[in-house]
């Protein structure tokens, strides 16, 4: 598979039977579950449901290795790809302004179905941008992913 090599290949089937705790070659919601809460990710319920049924290509009702590698590999290129960071940015200012605004924000939580309050998104966007107050710079977003504080930002970017 691109991007993986066969060390890679070895380490994931290593994780992969790892998580596959009832050993059926397949991971559950339940299972996934446990990986991201290992990552100190505790997403709803909800949201993990869409993300094995997005990662489920096979509608098989769990993700087999083959798809658990595509998602691995899929992870570890996003992290310093510029390129999926500004794709991320152009889903928050989805009107092109230039710079994201909490209304931005706030129409991208509705999106993931998150609830979150006014004051944790200023938190946050203060956290990203500290220099201008209720907007966030596509500049300063850049320098911020890039620093990859994404603990911060907690479930938006799940
Ligand atoms: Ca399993
Ligand atoms: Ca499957």
Known sequence: MAGASERDVLVY???FDL????DNGMLTPMEIRNLLLHF????????IYQMVSDLDTD????????????MMTAKLSETDSDEDITKVYNMYDSDHK???TIED??????ELKEEIKDEEIKEIMD??????????TYEAWMRFQ???????????TV
């Open 13 to 15: 089937k290593e994780m």
């Open 19 to 22: 998580l596959d705790i009832d």
């Open 40 to 47: 100190q990710y505790n997403p709803k319920k909800q949201i």
């Open 59 to 70: 509608e098989s009702g769990g993700i087999d290795f083959y798809e658990f590698m595509k």
């Open 98 to 100: 230039g710079f994201i």
């Open 105 to 110: 924000f706030k129409n991208v939580a509705k």
């Open 127 to 136: 956290k990203i941008d500290p220099k201008n107050k209720g907007k966030i």
């Open 146 to 156: 890039k620093k990859k504080d994404f603990s911060s930002i907690g479930s938006l």
